[in-house]
């Protein structure tokens, strides 16, 4: 009698996530296997979400040893050992999923996600990130591919001494990712927020009810007119459209939010063609964090005009007019400030620079200086700082409430958490080195796929245990219904497959499972409870 044992922790949820989206199936059918390789695409792909999701703070480029110690027979198919897992495996899967698409590939997954996920979808987010990569990434990808391009571009994370790509994606109000798309390093959010969207327009039928959301990088009058009337949407105006800088600075009757932390005024515009329905709100907390901005860099501000007012008056001038001239270019530079007792008067100046006294007779030249005081603008500064905490959203439904807009729209930090989950330690995508531009583009596929996984597996359990009235004890030992599911994860830490086998067969298995990880396993369903020995 033998007897193993293997950690198979929370690797079971995972994988039974993996095979409850079919994604085997779907990555099976479009990528088959043509090599006499041991594992198939859809088990390498498998592998690198359990990699991905195993939080160890290493790089999403998986090695052989990662899987010691795991039972990768049962988790990813009979006859599969961790030496078949290594980087010639991983190059073949990730120039399958290239050559067939990572954006196609991913939009069939999705698809699954959403079939289970019936009258759940009512917002669809969009947004973008970057990535920095180290490394050179010289010139264009060979052989004439289409690949995404590393190359410099907007810095959203201040490395602007590195090369990067970008990531954009569309996720539903739950963070479950629907579609992503990997661009170029210098690609335009402007043009890749409306591309992605009208992707998914073309792929997924939606319903009229729903509404989709994106930053104000989307709001051109280009692609207001691309989004039309079909469909409706939610965006903040930049301030840089002239609307809005007429209704940031206007003086509004503002009407209070049921939230007391704001409060709005809604008017109707016409951008792009469209006609729209604008919103100005004010939000305490915003006018609380710019006015701390506003009297630091007022100060900042006001020892600067000082300093160029000194520079001023000691500057001589050959005429009156070019004295003027300076004066109201100060005023210009310095809109906030006022110049007070402004005098322009005359003073001899020598010809040439010597030290000492001039002589009686020494040639002296009539110029003309400035003298003034100055002292803030308050009308301009009190202007200004009615500015603050405002900010607007606009939308092509006309009869969309108000608050139920702001409600929407502040949902956009679901994508934006899911970029932080992408960006967290545990990926390492910077740290990298792969020299193909097309194995990047198809490894970012696999990065928002784990994204699916873990979101969607959080999304079930949550309703789950909503529907039942269960809970489960967070960290503070306290019940919840909104577990994060990388709390979950901990939870199954440790957890230990013992196998006994007896003349060569297997004649039991066997999990120690507190009463916790089993209602856990119970709401997530059969194709999880079967890693676990729990089928029946």
């Known amino acids: 009698m033998e007897i193993s044992t293997s950690s198979i922790d929370h690797f079971g949820m995972i994988a039974g996530v993996f095979d409850e989206l079919n994604i ?3 990555i099976d059918r479009v990528l088959p296997k043509t090599r006499h390789h041991k594992a198939s695409h859809s088990a390498i ?23 010691i110690g795991l039972p990768t027979e049962k988790l990813l198919g009979e006859g599969i050992a961790p030496s078949h897992l290594n980087d010639d495996t991983l190059s073949r899967a990730l120039d399958a999923i290239y050559k067939y698409g990572p954006t196609e590939l991913f939009s069939e997954i999705s698809l699954q996600a959403l079939s289970k996920m019936t009258e759940e979808t009512h917002l669809l987010h969009a947004d ?32 602007v001494d590195l090369k990067r790509f970008v990531l954009g994606m569309v996720v539903n109000q739950s963070g479950i990712p629907l579609f992503m798309q990997s661009f170029s390093g210098n690609k335009s959010d402007k043009k890749s927020l409306i591309e992605m969207i009208q992707r998914l327009r073309n792929s997924v039928s939606l319903k009229d009810s729903d509404y989709w959301v994106a930053d104000s990088a989307v709001y051109t009058e280009e692609n207001i007119n691309l989004l039309g009337t079909d469909l409706h949407w939610i965006s903040r105006i930049p301030e840089t459209v002239g609307v809005a800088k007429e209704l940031v600075s206007a003086e509004l009757e503002m009407t209070s939010a049921i939230d007391v932390r704001y409060a709005y005024h809604a008017t109707s515009i016409n951008y792009g063609g469209i006609p729209q329905k604008a919103v100005v709100f004010w939000s305490k907390e915003m006018q609380t964090k710019q006015e701390e901005t506003f009297d630091k860099n007022l100060q900042k501000k006001e ?14 001038y050959a005429c009156e007019p070019d004295a003027m001239s300076a004066a109201k270019k100060w005023i210009s530079d310095h809109a906030i400030f006022l110049l007070k007792n402004l005098r ?11 030290r000492g006294r001039p002589k009686k007779d020494e040639a002296r030249s009539l110029k003309y200086a400035i003298d003034a005081d100055m002292e803030i603008d308050q009308a301009s500064v009190s202007k200004e700082r009615q500015k603050l905490g405002r900010f607007i959203l606009a939308s092509n439904d006309l009869n969309l409430d108000s608050e139920t807009m702001l409600k929407y729209y502040k949902g956009q930090q679901v994508v934006e958490r899911g970029f932080r989950f992408l960006k967290n330690k ?53 019940p919840t219904q909104k577990p994060t599911m990388r709390w ?10 013992i196998i006994v086998v007896e003349g060569g067969q297997v004649i039991s298995r066997q999990i120690k499972l507190s009463d916790t990880q089993r209602l856990v396993l119970d709401l997530l369903g059969t194709n999880c409870k079967k890693y676990y020995g729990l089928e029946c």
């Not at 020892?303 to 001589?316: C, H, I, P, V, W």
């Not at 979950?488 to 497959?497: A, K, P």
Request: with cysteine.
């Open 24 to 26: 085997s199936q779907i």
């Open 303 to 316: 020892a600067m005009a000082r300093k160029d007012l000194n520079s001023l008056k000691r500057q001589r």
């Open 426 to 478: 545990s990926f390492h995508v910077s740290e990298v080195f792969l020299k193909k531009e097309e194995r990047i583009e198809a490894l970012a596929m696999i990065m928002v796929l784990c994204l699916l996984i873990y979101s969607y597996a959080e999304w079930k359990l949550r309703k789950k245990l909503n529907e039942t009235g269960n809970s489960v004890p967070n960290q503070l030992k306290r």
């Open 128 to 159: 973008t990130t970057n990535f920095s990569m180290f490394g050179k990434y010289e010139g264009d990808a060979p052989d004439g591919t289409d690949s995404i391009k590393i190359t410099f571009g907007h810095a959203k994370d201040n490395r």
């Open 344 to 354: 322009i008067y005359t003073v001899l100046k020598r010809d040439e620079r010597k």
């Open 488 to 497: 979950i994860f901990q939870l199954f830490m440790r957890v230990t497959l």
């Open 45 to 67: 792909v498998k592998a690198m979400i359990l990699n991905g999701l195993g939080f160890i703070e290493s790089r999403l480029y998986f090695y052989s040893n990662f899987f």
